[in-house]
T-cell receptor, first 114, second 112 residues
Framework: NAGVTQTPKFQVLKTGQSMTLQCAQDMNHNSMYWYRQDPGMGLRLIYYSASEGTTDKGEVPNGYNVSRLNKREFSLRLESAAPSQTSVYFC?????????????FGSGTRLTVV | GNSVTQMEGPVTLSEEAFLTINCTYTATGYPSLFWYVQYPGEGLQLLLK?????DKGSNKGFEATYRKETTSFHLEKGSVQVSDSAVYFC???????????FGQGTTLQVKP
């Protein structure tokens, strides 16, 4: 089925470990996004990529890096995980054009840092 | 800056009750407005949207009207079901930046 695929679905890390969250979309969308979801705070934008070859910081980028590998794939890397990064991470993509389109979301990665 | 404010939850209703979840926004320009729904353990799904003032979005019995004069986009449903239990997010997409900005989410629990 067409959509946004995230891997892994669950992960437990020790403080200081690194990992990369993978995201791929097959809808030929130009723009891709990484959000984190925390209780009572809604979704907060970490990084986004308006088009292949570009990335920009969102609201909460500290402690993260991203790579837009090609049009389909957008990965999020935690170089040295901290307990404050325990969260649910969502990748999303959107069609070209501003404003009128919503985003398509992946099913999320539940990350626990101990 | 752009922001979205939703009523705090959780909202607990009996089956067949009327639902309203309030949402107000602050934005420059002419944003599009959205409601997303998140069922337990899943990602967000687009529920409905409205792209200009006075538009009404509707889907699965849910409705919301884009009110520019009151900067609101309240979600309503006439008769909720247990299967509607989920977290509902109001969001706006700025016409300037294209980025989607979310409210904090409202948890709805419907009891039989």
């Amino acid at each position: 089925n067409a959509g946004v695929t995230q891997t892994p679905k669950f992960q437990v890390l020790k403080t200081g470990q690194s990992m990369t969250l993978q995201c791929a979309q097959d809808m030929n969308h130009n723009s891709m996004y990484w959000y984190r979801q925390d209780p009572g705070m809604g979704l907060r934008l970490i990084y986004y990529s308006a088009s292949e070859g570009t990335t920009d910081k969102g609201e909460v980028p500290n402690g993260y890096n991203v790579s837009r590998l090609n049009k389909r794939e957008f990965s999020l890397r935690l170089e040295s995980a901290a307990p404050s990064q325990t969260s649910v991470y969502f990748c999303a993509s959107s069609a070209p054009g501003q404003g009128t389109y919503g985003y398509t979301f992946g099913s999320g990665t539940r990350l626990t840092v101990v | 800056g752009n922001s979205v404010t939703q009523m705090e939850g959780p909202v607990t209703l009996s089956e067949e009750a009327f639902l309203t979840i309030n949402c107000t926004y602050t934005a420059t320009g002419y944003p599009s407005l959205f409601w997303y729904v998140q069922y337990p353990g899943e990602g967000l799904q687009l529920l409905l949207k409205a792209t200009k003032a006075d538009d009404k979005g509707s889907n699965k019995g849910f409705e919301a009207t884009y009110r520019k004069e009151t900067t609101s986009f309240h979600l309503e449903k006439g008769s909720v079901q247990v299967s509607d239990s989920a977290v509902y997010f109001c969001a706006l997409r700025s016409s300037n930046t294209g980025k989607l900005i979310f409210g904090q989410g409202t948890t709805l629990q419907v009891k039989p």
